[in-house]
């Protein structure tokens, strides 16, 4: 049975998403958020678990739909909650403005045969007291045409069918001036520079209220055929809409203090990244991404950067078909889209996402994405190309990343990624690079650079299962070696194949509402930049390594993140030891 967070969750947005309109499908982070009272950081936390579930589909600085699971459950549980108000009122005795506190709390605990038995001794309902539908057993609600006070048609006898405010006070308002459902009034004046709307009520007596309360009356036409022709879209086109919130701003931060062996201790400021979200409409919109690494940058010296990470448009189109162009994180992997603290275990982001798959990766371009057919995503790009002067034998590929400054793109790249997530708690996912590297060189010649990456998640309950696979290609490799070897003096040794691979198994060992969670995990990995080489080459053993990392993480807050763990670094030398260490980090996401 799913907890009450859960619920709670999938109810909020089961009601957001139902109160948009089309072709909004997403409900906005923010907007989720502040109907649960939450940190935006928190409500994204939740919901990501929700999308590895199976539960919601989210896309990342857009919003959050549910899908046919999640749909089927937060109905349900929307069915209990609305009951048990109707019960309460018409049984129990309480007043309307009361109930929604009770129901929150009983609609967690009630079983199924009790909230049938109570449908069927209401009489099957199709409301509650606040108008509000009741979905059926299966989960289905009946269509309901209504309008606001802000669009029904003036001079004309509507009946008040449903309030979507279930403030105390406001309902209070709402009893006090007979416009509870039920009553019949009409609308007489909209006054915009007033920001206020005038009602005759069933007496005869006029009131005037604020355009922001009117917003919150539905109301139904006496007369069906004049509800049908007046609620055309020539007048949805006239009719002032409540603005959503356009730009929002989040975050996330973390610092380490990292002790490997044979080296000082150190206490770093990591990151400190900030992020803007632009909605220019429901169909266009800007994401921005700026981070600060290591605390300070002091022009060419070794100490910090200050890097543009993520600036593009979005431009939504449908489900199946939006386009994205600016400054956009590579599609590969699990961490490099994907990279918050709280988010994954481990004080350090994996070795292969560092070594392999060079996270953070991004670079300028754009795109196409989606999702098509049950629970399919993609994203497709073309991008700026990696640098192949910039190439070695530690890092393989890190430092050709060209980061959109003055970026050559003589020969582009591709990239792409298909994600499966329509089986409940699991998530599998394909990624890929291509591009030819080697424009630095005269003459020029290709440097052909492919990357192949697979990888899969699965939580169920307090169990967390990831693991990812990726081989990096290098097309002559060996003239490059050559060509680099003569331009800086020293054989660079690049790889023709590089590979790496790791399972990583976690456990939330702790979860108290008060306290938060505690989770423990294990990881192996295998990342070797000299795995295959080209001819006449010897591959450097100290660079075939694997590790061992084990720890803790402890969250006080869904938000916040406090890490341990013990990294134990092996290689194939016999000469060069790879260095054990102890880390310790915080890290919050806002």
């Not at 109905?75 to 209990?80: D, G, N, S, W």
């Not at 976690?506 to 930049?529: K, L, Q």
């Amino acid at each position: 049975m799913p907890s009450s967070t859960v619920e709670n969750y999938l109810k909020a947005i089961y009601i957001g998403t139902n109160s948009l309109e089309p072709p909004q499908r997403l409900l906005p982070m923010g907007q989720l958020a502040t109907a649960l009272n939450v940190t935006p950081g928190t409500a994204t936390t939740m919901v990501k678990t929700l999308a590895e579930s199976g539960l919601v589909e989210y896309e990342p600085y857009a919003g959050v739909a549910l899908t046919k699971a999640g749909q089927k459950l937060a109905a349900l549980v929307t069915r209990r909650h609305r009951l048990i108000e109707l019960f309460l009122v018409q049984v129990m005795g309480y007043s309307w403005d009361e109930v929604h506190d009770e129901a929150e709390q009983l609609e967690h605990t009630v079983s199924d045969r009790f909230v049938d038995r109570m449908d069927a001794m209401l009489g099957r309902p199709e409301t509650d007291p606040h108008g509000d539908p009741i979905p059926n057993a299966e989960g289905l609600v009946k269509p309901q045409k209504l309008q606001t006070l802000l669009t029904c048609p003036l001079d004309t006898k509507v009946t008040v069918t449903r309030i979507i405010d279930q403030d105390k006070d406001f309902l209070r308002f709402i009893e006090h001036h007979n416009l509870k459902p039920g009553e019949a009034i009409s609308v007489e004046e909209r006054d915009p520079a007033a920001d206020s709307v005038r009602v005759r009520r069933s007496n005869n007596r006029r009131l005037t209220i604020g355009t922001k309360a009117a917003s919150k009356l539905l109301v139904q036409a006496v007369h069906v055929l004049l509800l049908v022709l007046l609620s055309s879209p020539v007048w949805a086109q006239a009719t002032p809409r409540a603005e959503q919130p356009r730009t929002a701003l989040s975050g996330y931060m973390d610092f380490h203090f990292n002790n490997p062996e044979f080296s000082d201790a150190q206490l770093d400021f990591h990151r400190f990244v900030l992020l803007v979200t632009h909605n220019f409409s429901e169909r266009i919109r800007f994401v921005g991404e700026l981070e600060l690494e290591h605390a300070v940058v002091e022009g060419l010296e070794e100490k910090g950067e200050l890097e543009l990470e993520q600036a593009y448009v979005d431009f939504l189109l449908s489900r199946s078909f939006n386009v994205r162009a600016g400054m956009l994180l590579m599609p590969i992997g699990i961490i490099n889209e994907r990279h918050e603290p709280p988010v994954y275990y481990g004080v350090e982001r994996p070795f292969n996402d560092t070594f392999i798959i060079p996270t953070t990766w991004f670079e300028v371009g754009a795109g196409v994405h989606g999702e098509v057919g049950r629970g399919w995503r993609y994203r497709a790009y073309i991008v700026a190309p990696l640098d192949a002067a910039e190439f070695n034998a530690e890092e393989g590929i890190r430092e050709g990343r060209q980061k959109g400054s003055e970026a050559n793109v003589s020969k582009p790249g591709v990239t792409g990624r298909l994600e499966y997530v329509a089986i409940r708690g699991l998530t599998l996912g394909a990624s890929g690079w291509s591009g030819k590297s080697g424009f630095q060189f005269q003459p020029v010649f290709d440097v052909p650079v492919s990357l192949a990456e697979f990888d899969a998640r699965y939580s169920r309950r307090q169990l967390e299962l990831r693991g990812q696979f990726s081989q990096v290609w290098l097309d002559n490799a060996g003239r490059l070696n050559d060509a680099l070897a003569i331009r800086v003096g020293v054989n660079p040794n690049v790889a023709r194949v590089l590979r790496g691979f790791y399972g990583e198994a976690g456990y939330r060992v702790i979860s108290h509402p008060r306290f938060g969670e505690i989770g423990t995990f294990a990881r192996y990995e295998n990342f070797d930049t000299q795995f295959r080489m080209p001819t006449g080459y010897v591959g450097l053993p100290e660079f075939d390594r694997d590790a061992w990392v084990v720890g803790a993480t402890y969250w006080p807050d869904p938000d916040v993140a406090v890490k341990f763990d013990y990294s134990i670094v092996g290689n194939r030398s016999t000469v060069i030891q790879a260095p054990n260490s102890v880390n310790i980090g915080l890290g919050w996401w806002f």
